[in-house]
């Protein structure tokens, strides 16, 4: 393969070319070679490299755990325990997430099962915004 300019890697990779840039900024893609014109080149581990990224990312992976698992791809006779404790530690963020916001659409939806739909000055929804006490439960 020909070596990639940036865009033709943007192209193949789905990565805007700012977000390329900052992935060499944090150290997660390699800086690249130049041309004697100073342009960046890439060839198709940069590629590789690049798609592992955008593929983590899409699945919610912070940009530190990303660096750990990138670390620990270019180790392939490593045991995969480490890999296997970062998406671990991410799927126990996920569900956290998934709790906090199960809570805020059952406080949500009570408030909106309980709006009158009347005037502003009985609405249930500007009450319990209003006061914290009101909600189901005390911590969303």
């Not at 020909?2 to 900052?22: M, Q």
């Not at 590629?47 to 990224?53: V, W």
């Not at 593929?55 to 940009?63: C, Q, S």
């Not at 995969?80 to 949500?108: F, P, S």
Request: net charge neutral; with cysteine; charged share 30%.
């Amino acid at each position: 393969m020909k070596p990639l300019a940036i865009g033709a890697l943007s192209a193949r990779t789905g990565v805007k070319i700012p977000t390329i840039r900052y992935y060499e900024e944090t150290g997660l893609l390699p800086r690249p070679e130049r041309t004697q014109g100073n342009q960046r080149t890439y060839d198709e581990a940069a590629a590789r490299r690049l798609r592992f990224i955008r593929h983590a990312r899409e699945l919610g992976f912070e940009v530190d755990a990303i660096r750990t698992l990138l670390a620990l791809a270019d180790q392939p006779n490593r045991p995969c325990d480490e890999a296997d404790a970062v998406a671990r530690r991410h799927l126990a963020d996920i569900d956290d997430r998934i709790a906090r916001l199960t809570g805020l659409r059952t406080e949500i939806q009570a408030m909106i099962d309980q709006c009158a739909r009347g005037r502003i000055e009985q609405c249930r929804v500007i009450e319990v915004l209003a006061d914290h006490g009101e909600c189901l439960h005390e911590q969303h």
